[in-house]
């Protein structure tokens, strides 16, 4: 019996770790770095006219099926009028989460457009509203499933028949979120904000995978991200940051701070150098984890890596281990003209 004992246990632990995650929906540790999931305001935000960013996190080593979560995403700015500091966004993002023996997922296809307009018809001051529209699947499988069925005894033998259903199932929904941000810089570029809050699944849709309804909560965020630079000569900038997320019964709040050392300045005028910058900080999620976090920037390119460490309740069977993310993020610039715009829109 302790065999059955054990299996049962790790079954439900799996399950309740699943639906913890579920009813936050997917999140990262390095949050601000996966825009268009954090606030469909954010789209064509940025510190270039295009933007291309990865993201990869394994989670819970330590159980037998690791969680793992990808997301890719692409935006860019649009100028309707030369004359004009106002802009548009566009973009798309793709994720895809597994869980667990079941491989419990969900994958998404969401496309986003933003406008952004100058409150003062400079480049300190704006206001975006944003707009995002797709598509999810929820599916899993019955294959590598255990069961009680299967124990014959004395100990859990696979060959003995489930008595369950087998092979997979899908639900398919549409997906509606909305954001607005603000964003601020002040006269001698030392000190820039931005100060965001969005709703995602405003349909409230169905993600059933039986014939009983399980409507998704709508999930309110709340975040805000500071670009302290102490002086025109200082080669360290400071970036705290904070969001607060709440779906259903579920609160989430992380603080974190990075700070930037600028290893080698841009070249203003000719672009023969690159800028070269090394950051380091960390973040707390309160309650479940801490994560250390590293970022290299080398001109358009810039790679960071985190890894959490759990202190939650789920401690014991997590062995204090969370998870590792990684990364990888583009930016380009092609409009000369407009790059100043970016004073405002850090990433």
């Given at each position: 019996m302790q065999i059955k004992k054990y299996t049962l246990t790790i079954l439900l632990l799996s399950v309740s770790i699943y639906h913890k995650s579920q009813a936050?929906?997917?999140?990262?540790?390095?949050?601000?770095?996966?825009?268009?999931?954090?606030?469909?305001?954010?789209?064509?935000?940025?510190?270039?006219?295009?933007?291309?960013?990865s993201n990869y996190r394994n989670q819970w080593q330590s159980i037998s099926s690791p969680y793992r979560t990808i997301s890719a995403g692409y935006d860019m700015s649009l100028y309707p009028k030369e004359s004009s500091n106002d802009f548009w966004g566009a973009g798309i993002v793709f994720n895809s989460d597994k869980s667990g023996e079941s491989k419990l997922g969900l994958t998404q296809v969401n496309l986003s457009g933003s406008y952004s307009k100058s409150?003062?018809?400079?480049?300190?001051?704006?206001?975006?509203?944003?707009?995002?529209?797709?598509?999810?699947?929820?599916?899993?499988?019955?294959?590598?499933?255990?069961?009680?069925?299967q124990f014959n005894g004395n100990s859990f033998d696979?060959?003995?028949?489930?008595?369950?259903?087998?092979?997979?199932?899908?639900?398919?929904?549409?997906?509606?979120?909305?954001g607005v941000l603000y964003s601020y810089t002040n006269e001698s570029n030392l000190f820039k904000m931005n100060v965001g809050t969005a709703m995602f699944h405003i349909n409230n849709p169905d993600i059933s995978l039986n014939s009983v309804s399980d409507?998704?909560?709508?999930?309110?965020?709340?975040?805000?991200?500071?670009?302290?630079?102490?002086?025109i000569n200082s080669k360290t900038?400071?970036?705290?940051?904070?969001?607060?997320?709440?779906?259903?019964?579920?609160?989430?709040?992380?603080?974190?701070?990075?700070?930037?050392?600028?290893?080698?300045?841009?070249?203003?005028?000719?672009?023969?150098?690159?800028?070269?910058?090394?950051?380091?900080?960390?973040?707390?999620?309160?309650?479940?984890?801490?994560?250390?976090?590293?970022?290299?920037?080398?001109?358009?390119?810039?790679?960071?890596?985190?890894?959490?460490?759990?202190?939650s309740g789920l401690t014991p069977a997590s062995k204090s281990r969370g998870g590792t993310e990684l990364v990888v993020m583009y930016n380009y610039t092609f409009r000369e003209k407009k790059k100043g715009g970016s004073s405002v829109r850090f990433f």
């Open positions: 936050q929906d997917l999140h990262f540790s390095q949050y601000s770095y996966s825009p268009l999931n954090l606030n469909p305001a954010l789209t064509g935000v940025s510190n270039g006219d295009l933007r291309f960013v409150l003062n018809g400079s480049l300190s001051n704006f206001i975006t509203l944003g707009f995002q529209a797709g598509f999810g699947q929820n599916s899993m499988s019955y294959d590598g499933l255990s069961w009680d069925s696979a060959a003995l028949p489930t008595n369950e259903p087998s092979g997979s199932i899908a639900k398919t929904f549409s997906d509606f979120s909305a409507k998704l909560y709508k999930k309110i965020v709340v975040h805000s991200n500071f670009y302290i630079r102490p002086n900038t400071f970036i705290p940051n904070i969001i607060y997320t709440q779906q259903g019964s579920q609160k989430l709040l992380n603080l974190g701070t990075n700070a930037k050392y600028l290893i080698q300045d841009r070249s203003k005028f000719t672009g023969y150098n690159s800028e070269v910058a090394f950051y380091i900080g960390g973040m707390y999620r309160v309650a479940d984890a801490f994560a250390l976090c590293t970022r290299f920037d080398y001109g358009s390119l810039a790679f960071a890596l985190s890894y959490d460490v759990n202190v």
